[in-house]
């Protein structure tokens, strides 16, 4: 059951090593958190304000479960990686109930 989602906008990539090297801790960390990958990469679509730019969507089991992977030592040492490489929007919503 997803009871979260945690949903990262790039709006401009500076750096595509740090974001790499983000990737290389990021993703660990999330998984490991108990995230589970359902969209990643560039949109096919905008519309309004949107950009194409790289979207990430990740499930979790609850908002707790989403903030304290955010906010544990794994996933912090992977923004310690990213620093500045990157210009983006991270926001964590409750999902609804079907």
């Known amino acids: 059951m997803v009871g979260a989602y945690w949903i990262s906008v ?3 990539i500076r750096d595509q090593a740090k974001l790499d090297a983000y990737v290389e801790l990021a993703v660990p960390a999330i ?18 304000s949107g950009m194409t730019e790289r979207t ?19 996933y912090q040492e992977a923004l310690r990686a990213l620093g500045d490489g990157v ?11 079907g």
Do not use: C, N
Not at 56 to 74: N, R
Not at 87 to 97: L, P, W
């Open 56 to 74: 990430t969507l990740i499930a979790f089991d609850s908002v707790e479960q989403a903030v304290a992977t955010h906010d544990g030592p794994a």
């Open 31 to 48: 998984e490991a958190g108990g995230g589970r990958f359902v969209a990643r990469g560039k949109a096919v679509a905008a519309y309004e």
């Open 87 to 97: 210009d983006r929007d991270i926001r964590i919503v409750e999902a609804q109930g």
């Open 10 to 12: 790039y709006r401009e």
